[in-house]
């Protein structure tokens, strides 16, 4: 009877063990794996094995995802992919971590390297031609859009420095494209294409290389500054002027 009632309580103790495990995670036992599994990402990541650092972030994200080291995992892995050069893949997860964890302590890290992804889509400048800053360069401005945030949002951060040198060098790009285009329209003589290019500089760029004051400097010569509405009035009386030319040079071979 003694041995009945013995066997009794230890199997209602084991179900209730086990119905509590059941129903509450251990969360001491699943943060542990969830840190080993992250950490042996961080080592593969430093070591350059990249493949191995995804699979072992990608399984801290779907295994762990509610452990304290699924936000850190996201951005582990958007570095990654950054790394692998899948820039996109890179801006994905940056952009999911972001709108997720907006006041995690990661955050600024993430959106400059979410620039810095941007940054790296930059035409090629592979032979110089054509120039790079000829060619589609939108990654470029969004990229200047994403660090400009960054400096707003994170004035103290560590990665300031940083962000504004990957900042210049982003605008140096931008700023050439609109020089090229202004001494373009300054060789054709449309001063008004010269005058809004040197506005767009003006008010978007702070130029800081001696080079391209000097070309502004040239440009100034070339279309002295006056106001938009009077460039283009000049080159529409310049149209009338050509149109009328060619009718009456038409009309003199008739």
């Known amino acids: ?14 179900s209730a063990i086990l119905f509590s495990c059941s129903k509450t995670p251990v969360i001491r036992s699943t943060e542990s794996d969830a840190d080993k599994i992250y950490q042996e990402g961080l080592f593969y990541l430093e070591k350059g094995d ?27 892995l958007g570095k990654t992919y950054y790394k692998k050069e899948e820039y996109m893949s890179a801006i994905t997860v940056f952009e999911t971590f972001l709108k997720r964890h907006p006041n995690h302590e990661l955050s600024p890290e993430a959106l400059l390297y979410k620039g810095n992804s941007y940054l790296a889509q930059k035409p090629s400048s592979f032979f110089l031609l054509p120039n790079p800053a000829e060619k589609d360069i939108a990654v470029v401005e969004t990229a200047v859009s994403v660090y400009r945030e960054f400096l707003e949002k994170y004035p103290e951060d560590k990665n300031r420095v940083e962000c504004e040198k990957k900042l210049e060098e982003a605008e140096a790009i931008l700023i050439e494209k609109d020089l090229r285009i202004a001494e373009f329209y300054a060789k054709k003589k449309k001063c008004a294409g010269v005058f809004l290019r040197l506005q767009h500089i003006s008010d978007n760029f702070k130029v800081t290389t001696e080079k391209n004051q000097q070309r502004i400097e040239k440009l100034n010569e070339k279309c002295p500054q006056k106001s938009k509405e009077e460039y283009f009035k000049i080159e529409t009386e310049e149209k009338v002027e050509e149109s009328e030319y060619k009718t009456e040079k038409d009309e003199n071979n008739e």
């Open 1 to 14: 009877m003694m041995k009945k009632i013995f066997f009794a309580l230890l199997f209602t103790a084991l």
């Open 50 to 76: 990249l493949t191995n650092a995804e699979n072992r972030f990608m399984k801290v994200i779907s295994d762990f995802s509610y452990s304290k080291y699924e936000p850190d995992a996201n951005v582990a």
